[in-house]
């Protein structure tokens, strides 16, 4: 099929060219001397990311699930008790990963469209007066239905119970996209993957721990080998890997990491926000409802929209596919068929987003739903227009590295309209 593929599913997100060729590499010795300079950078500045100082991340040639892995069974030993709210898919498979590991998960059934119940999480905390709960484990984004959750409110919730328990979070598909601060919301196991917000292919799940996730894996018994943090710390600490690390996937982290910022973590952030609202806009022109039940609630990462009753939302995901080459997100569960999803979330810009937001539209007329063509497109159009940033100036071409310094023109500092209006005249 000619011209690209519209991947909008909420991960794997598109992989910036920058990116591509940051990875297309021969092999090299992962043991050679010139290793640590990379691996070393990477395990210093991927703190900025989890915006901690105290934490020590970890970097698993896993996905976002390893991540889980990693952070339950370097903390936990069978039996412990876990907290754990479950709003979703993804919080769901937690849970499961979780039992499977023998933990006992107490979980608080909060319905979907909703997010970390943060009054009943300090009821239980309260009530908890021996200390038995271990950890509180919270999906920050749930991706299933585009929710996140307030995780400072579940931080001030764990204070206000005076809860010594760990505070897990997924921010699988929140972390470099939408603002996540581990040290300030004291989350003593942050968890992520690289085929998001990274805007890397799959293969890299990301643990960050707080120094008391890293003194609880003193006593915690659950058997761990892969994901064994004692063996990973000592080999990262003189800037190797105890196996074979996934070379490519580095290089290309390390130019994940050079986009973010450059863009800013700030800017990134807002970025996705002014995305989502577009796509919000639409949504509300279409006159379909979010499956998050409240603004609170709103995802900017991930928007899952209903479809009207009588219509599957998994034919307007196929006719999309293979009509328009374009990739919509499936409703997963409980949801199935209910909703599609956008994902909004790693290198995007406007002009991408209408597109995919033309294609759903097509693809929802095309199955019988009655939505104006164009509507949802205008509304997110007026959206990027109403909140666009000042026009950038102009890119002045960079003198030639042995040119001698430029006389400065009549009429103002060079590349000022000034200096222009000058030069033209
Ligand atoms: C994608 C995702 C995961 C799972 O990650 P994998 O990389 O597929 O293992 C976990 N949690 C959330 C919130 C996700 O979006």
Redesign the pocket.
Known sequence: MAGRNFLFV??PTNVPDRILRAMDRAMEDHRSSAFPALASGLLRDLKSVFKTTAGQPFIFP???????EAALVNTLSPGDRVLAPRY?Q??H??IDLAQRHGLRVDIIDVDWGEGAPVERIEEILTADTQHEVKGVLI??????TGVTSDLAAVRRAMDAARHPALLYV?????IGAIDFRMDEWKVDLA?T????GLMLP?GL?LVCASPRALAAGNQAKCPRVFFDFGDMSKANATGYFPYTPSLPLLHGLRESLAMLFEEGLDNVFARHRRLADGVRAAVRAWGLKLCARAPKWHSDT?SAILVPDGFNAADVIDVAFRRYNLALGAGLARVAGKLFRIGHLGDLNELMLLGAIAGTEMAMRDVGIKVTLGAGVAAAAEHYRGSAAPLPPRAVAAPSADAQPQPQPPGGKPGSLASRAAVRA
């Open positions: 909420p991960g896993a996905t976002g699930t390893g991540g889980w979703g993804f919080s498979l937690w999906v920050h984004n749930e991706t299933a997924d921010g699988v598909s929140s968890i993957g690289s085929q998001k799959p799940g991930v």
